[in-house]
C-alpha cells in the first residue's frame, strides 16, 4: 500500500506560535485529507486537499501532488489545537503515523 | 442527523470471548468503513463496504468479520477475541469520494 509519512512526530508550542505539518506520501494520490483527533479521541475532518490550498480561520493546507506532500500550517495556536493531526491518502485511507500536538498557555 | 454511531463505546473480552461491534450512518451514504488504532499509530482499515451487499477486506482482515445489513448499518465481528485485538475501533462512512465522517469509537480490551 502507499506509505504516508508525517513529521514532526511531536511538536509542543506556546500558544500564539505558528506551525507546519509535513505529510509525505509514496504514491500519486487523487485524494488526500487531513484530520485532527482530539485529546478525547474524537476525529474530526479538517480539510480535503487532493491538490492546491484551502483555508478554514486559522487552519490552511497545500498539497503539491506532482512532489507527493502536503502541508497544514496552523496559525495563532490555541490549547483547544492540542491533539494529534493525521493525514490520510485514498484508496481507502492510508493513514500516517500522525504529528502530537500540545499547545502550552 | 447523528452522523455516525458506534456501540458500545467500552468493551472489554476475555480471551476466546465473542463479540459485535455496531455502526450506522444515517447520512445516506453507500459506504462504510471499519478502522482499528493501535497506541501510537494511525488508522489501519480492516473491512469495507463499498454499497449494500458488498464487502472487502482491508489492511488488517485477520481475526474478524463484517456484515452490511443494509445501507445504514455495518457490523463488525470478533468470533474468538484475543489480546492482539485490543485497539480502539472507529467506524466511518465518506461523503461520496470526500469527505470521511468517524464515529466516536469502541474501545476495546481483551483480557
Known amino acids: 500500500g502507499i506509505q504516508v509519512e508525517q513529521s514532526p512526530p511531536d511538536l509542543i508550542l506556546q500558544e500564539g506560535a505558528n506551525s507546519t505539518l509535513r505529510c509525505n506520501f509514496s504514491d500519486s494520490v487523487n485524494n488526500l485529507q487531513w484530520f485532527h483527533q482530539n485529546p478525547w479521541g474524537q476525529l474530526i475532518n479538517l480539510f480535503y486537499?487532493?491538490?492546491g490550498t484551502k483555508q478554514n480561520g486559522r487552519l490552511s493546507a497545500t498539497t503539491v501532488a506532482t512532489e507527493r506532500y502536503s502541508l497544514l500550517y496552523i496559525s495563532s495556536s490555541q490549547t483547544t489545537d492540542s491533539g494529534v493531526y493525521f493525514c490520510?491518502?485514498?484508496?481507502?485511507?492510508?493513514f500516517g503515523t500522525g504529528t502530537r500536538l500540545t499547545v502550552i498557555p | 442527523n447523528a452522523g455516525v454511531t458506534q456501540t458500545p463505546k467500552f468493551q472489554v473480552l476475555k480471551t476466546g470471548q465473542s463479540m459485535t461491534l455496531q455502526c450506522a450512518q444515517d447520512m445516506n451514504h453507500n459506504s462504510m468503513y471499519w478502522y482499528r488504532q493501535d497506541p501510537g499509530m494511525g488508522l489501519r482499515l480492516i473491512y469495507y463496504s463499498a454499497s449494500e451487499g458488498t464487502t472487502d477486506k482491508g489492511e488488517v482482515p485477520n481475526g474478524y468479520n463484517v456484515s452490511r445489513l443494509n445501507k445504514r448499518e455495518f457490523s463488525l465481528r470478533l468470533e474468538s477475541a484475543a489480546p492482539s485485538q485490543t485497539s480502539v475501533y472507529f467506524c466511518a462512512s465518506p461523503a461520496g469520494g470526500e469527505t470521511q465522517y468517524f464515529g466516536p469509537g469502541t474501545r476495546l480490551l481483551v483480557l
Open positions: 490520510a491518502v485514498w484508496g481507502n485511507l492510508f
Open positions: 486537499i487532493p491538490s
